[in-house]
């Protein structure tokens, strides 16, 4: 089963970016979900180009891939979390995001990522359903362009709680847009298990050919919380089986972005889990719990 597993530096963000590379290689990752933020690759920084390129010459050497992520909470602004959004009433505001973007797909291109990751934001209070949907495809043609540009697909994920938070929602966005090709899917399998009507197995046949980017972690259904694999309610084999079904080349990335305290160790049991589960999916053998660590 050809699987390409990665993790994400917003679980590691307890570790400089060199040293949380070199962890995953030493693991066995085949690459990495790179978010842009101030304690890795700082996308506000003076010195950006530089330490892209650095970054780019250290991947390179550990032969990681890549995908930019770009999930910040705080990186635009550090009194709201994942503000402003593409959502936001101020045209200013929402111009800062989209440059924040177009930066990341540079920084892509830089690093040779085979996606950009990114999300539409929740809906501002008192605003109707025309008019976010509006600046949403607005806000994103800039990037969209720029994706167009680099060859580098921009992977955006419905998000609980989003405008964009379901599958439907992200076919809703390629008919407003026209199905630019630049367009692609992230598809988190938890959000699946959490909000979807569809099983986590239907949302990656459902969505296989808009597949760009994968996250992956366990969830309950109706909780929007990042699980460690096997507090959930997800069944991995099946999944994963899935993926490789619908000849998924991408990366599949373990996110758990509040369990950076313990990222280290959960890097090691979560591609030891991934892999168990992979090979169950050959011989479709239940999985066992994967357990926590200590804070």
């Known amino acids: 089963m050809t699987l390409h597993l990665g993790y994400g530096t917003n ?8 040293d949380a590379l070199g962890l995953l290689a030493d693991l066995g990752y ?6 842009l933020d101030h304690m890795h690759l700082d996308p506000l920084a003076p010195d950006l180009a530089e330490r892209t390129r650095k970054a780019a010459r250290r991947l390179t050497s550990l032969g990681l891939r890549v995908t930019v992520e770009t999930g910040a909470r705080y990186v635009l602004d550090p009194r709201r979390k994942h503000g402003p959004s593409l959502l936001d009433p101020d045209p200013d505001a929402r ?10 797909v540079d920084v892509a291109a830089e690093l040779g990522a085979h996606a950009v990751h990114c999300f539409s934001g929740i809906t501002p209070p008192d605003t109707s359903t025309d008019t976010v949907w509006k600046r949403l495809t607005e806000a994103i043609t800039p990037v969209l362009d720029a994706a167009d540009r680099s060859g580098i697909p921009l992977a955006i994920e419905p998000e609980p709680g989003h405008l964009l938070a379901t599958l439907a929602d992200f076919h809703h966005l390629r008919a407003l847009l026209g199905d630019p090709a630049p367009l692609g899917l992230t598809l988190d399998i938890g959000h699946c298990q959490c909000l979807e009507d569809a099983s986590p197995v239907q949302c990656v046949q459902d969505s296989a050919p808009w597949l760009r980017h994968v996250q992956i972690e366990d969830m309950r ?3 929007h919380e990042h699980l460690l694999f096997g507090d959930g309610e997800i069944d991995f084999p099946p999944v994963l089986a899935a993926l490789a079904a619908a000849d998924y080349q991408g990366l599949t990335v373990v996110e758990l972005p509040r369990h950076s305290h313990a990222g280290p160790e959960l890097a090691r049991t979560s591609i030891a889990f991934l892999r168990d589960a992979a090979k169950k999916a050959m011989t479709k053998q239940p999985t066992t719990k994967q357990g926590g660590a200590p804070c």
């Not at 679980?11 to 060199?18: E, S, V």
């Not at 085949?30 to 978010?35: A, K, M, N, P, R």
């Open 221 to 223: 259904r109706g909780v």
């Open 11 to 18: 679980g590691l963000t307890d570790l400089r970016l060199d």
């Open 30 to 35: 085949e690459g990495v979900g790179l978010t």
């Open 95 to 104: 111009a800062a995001r989209t440059a924040l973007l177009v930066r990341a």
